[in-house]
């Protein structure tokens, strides 16, 4: 048996209370005076130490310690907390995220947790009376332990566990361990307290198997069967030194069956299975339309039958996978408090973030391809929206500039818009440096929305006179730009001088598996997702205009401009002004656009494949896909293309 089968379990539940942690903090920063966040903070810190010593970890154990005894004497009144006490508290919080990685690789803690260590012992100190809690180690009748380089949370009331005896003779005890319902690591509690019982005598017959304790509902009840020479004193004192023990049951062993734990209801899976069951779903689609189209060649009624079977089976299988992937946009937004909280104060600025549709669920591999175009945007709404408090009092604003991130379903896509109240983007000085760069025509007067977003978001494109940890560089929008789009999704922007910006950013539920309509312009078929389609209609049957320099059409009143497919891809013979033509209406947020294709082919789900773009490649495909016949298409991106 291995603790360190545990270290993603450790991870995993770290990172909550870190999480957890900056919220806190910022909530007690905000009101000094409450004592909530300290009890929450104090008791999240005590978690950590507590799974750090379990797993061994003693230079994690022992930062989270000294964090835990300045937190202790704030609760206990020794001193009021100060700007100093906060600044602390965050690098406490950093320096332990850095140590949960480094621990669980076997790497050292980074060099600035000694220097911490000592900060946070010289605070406690300068507190007065509570000067010793920093020294001493100790505090409510517990202390860390660290000699031999083991790590252990040792009760004080509890005797010494005995020594080892490897005696398998003596009377067979029933033994029943519950470990404390509070405690965190459950498993690696359990795990402890068998071997403490393994160093007094012979175990067998456990129950559950110690492969289970990892699992997520494991209620920390284990019972074992103990062969030992060993007073039941001396039994009870070994496993209760594991630590986090409720309670043990000894008795002499019968004949009955030690009883098994309750059935499972949830456990943890690895990522990167839930990727390969994706991927494997991904392949069973592509096999079932294919089965499909063999089955309506064939003409076999059985076959047919069996055929729309195994679809519907292959749609359930992939329907689980798809909602067992989803996960709330509040993982990336929880970390958003934090940077701006860190940004406003060294830009010397006054910053509110609000968070809204945090249960908005996403497909894991979205919501990791979103996380650092919003760092982008949240950094650039505080850096160039968000005005310093004396700009703002001038203009007649409160001096607590407000940034909202917020997510929306909508239909088949994700909708997140973040919006500053700020003075919003200098149109005027975007259309000269647009000018002077040759990115707009000499005569343009000004730029609509739609344009300044083109602008700004060219590779390279910036106006900041000085280059910066935050902005300066030209990367921010072309980077949104460019992920979001790579992920089949849109960016939209609105910007009013005086009052703030708006990005929104919309982006599939799930990038694997894609509802689409497939169309045919000459001999080639293409595919158009679903999500972006809100109609289809016939060419000749609706009214033309033009709308601007394009072609329109009049869809109830309104002029949506016309693509016409074949002539955007060269395809000889094709465009037919008298001919009946399919068009495909498309709408991307508040935008539309009209595609005249050759035929409409019907609705399927795809399979995105893996697609490296040739160079020069026009940027209205968006990636590629295998059809049931085994042929590839090309998936046409909506965004582009409207």
Known sequence: MDVAKYAALFISESREHLQAMNQLLLAWEREPQATAPVEGLFRAIHSIKGMAATMGFTPLADLAHRGENLLDAVRAGKFAVKTEHFELLFRTVDALEAGVAASAAGKPLPRE?????????????????GGEAGEGGKRGGRKISGKGGKEAVEDQAEPSTPDPRPSATGPLLDIRVVIHPGAMLKGARALLALRKAEAIGEVSRVRPQAGEFEREDFDGKVAFRLRTSAAPAEVDAAIRSAGDVASVGIDLASDEQVVDASALRQIRIDLGRLDALMKLAGELVVARNRLLDLARDAGDPELIQLGERISRLVGAVQGEVLEARLTPVREVFERFPRVARDLARDLGKQVRLELEGGEIELDRAVLDEIA???????????????????????????????????????????AIR?????????????????????????????LTDEQLLRVLSRSGFSTAAVVSDVSGRGVGVDVVMTRIRSLGGSVELESNPGHGTTFVLRVPLTLAIVRSMLVQVGAERYVV??????????????????????????????????????????????????RRRPVVLLQV????????????????????????APVGMPGWFGGATILPDGTPALILDAAALV
Do not use: C, W
């Open 418 to 446: 973040i919006s500053d109240d700020g003075r919003g983007i200098d149109r005027s000085r975007i259309l000269g440096k647009a000018k002077a760069e040759g990115l707009v025509d000499l005569g343009a007067t000004t």
């Open 529 to 578: 997702p679903l999500t972006y389609v809100s109609e289809t209609l016939e060419f000749t049957s609706l009214p033309a205009t033009s709308l601007g320099q394009r072609e329109a059409l009049m869809v109830r009143d309104r002029a949506v401009p016309i693509t016409h497919l074949a002539t955007l891809f060269g395809t000889e013979g094709a465009v037919d002004g008298q």
């Open 113 to 129: 947790g000694d220097a911490l260590v000592k900060a946070l012992d010289a605070a406690v100190r300068r507190g007065g009376k």
């Open 372 to 414: 650092d175009p919003l760092v982008h945007l949240v950094r650039n709404a505080i850096d160039h929206g968000i005005e310093l408090p004396r700009d703002r009092a001038r203009a007649g604003k409160p001096a607590e500039g407000l940034v909202r991130l917020t997510a929306l379903r909508e239909k088949n896509s994700v």
């Open 589 to 612: 947020g508040e935008r539309r656009g009209a595609l005249v294709v050759d035929a409409l082919l019907g609705q399927q789900e795809i399979v995105v494949e893996p697609f490296e």
